[in-house]
């Protein structure tokens, strides 16, 4: 079957909350993921295989600012390019909402992660150490749109 890119939905988040548990260790609740996708300024893609969500990329949009908060593709399905188009039609959303800026913090040892983000254009602004809870330092990116 086909997988798709659509709009992530709050409907989305019990689906979207089973593959974050599994892909990452500091994932939100379902009902974490609900109240934000009822947010208005949060956008939001799913890529789904007719009604199961394989991936997701979200991000919330302050003004001209927006922040990736998380981003999970399903074990078998990771390294074919669902992340990376899942991460360009966000950011395309992003800047047509108006956003100029776009960042994250992402785990310095998740190297595919850093290599997508990289080939996107994000750079490293700065360590922010001891950032998860197991203790891992986080690298902040960010992109201008």
Avoid: C
């Avoid at 086909?2 to 379902?30: C, V």
């Avoid at 969500?53 to 998380?70: I, M, Y």
């Amino acid at each position: 079957m086909r997988i798709e890119l659509r709009e992530a939905r709050a409907d989305d988040a019990a689906a979207i909350a089973r593959l974050a548990h599994a892909a990452l260790p500091e994932a939100w609740s379902a009902a974490s993921f609900r109240a934000a996708l009822e947010r208005p300024l949060v956008s939001g893609v799913v890529a789904a295989r007719g009604e199961d969500v394989v991936g997701f990329a979200l991000a919330a949009r302050a003004e001209e600012d927006a922040e990736l908060l998380s981003v999970a593709v399903a074990e078998g399905l990771r390294g074919v390019g669902f992340g990376r188009r899942m991460l360009e039609s966000l950011l395309a959303r992003l800047r047509g909402e108006g956003a100029l800026r776009v960042h994250l913090e992402v785990r310095g040892s998740n190297q595919a992660a850093l290599a997508l983000y990289k080939s996107l254009g994000f750079q490293t602004s700065r360590r922010r150490a001891r950032y998860y809870r197991d203790g891992e330092d986080a690298l902040e990116l960010g992109v201008s749109l």
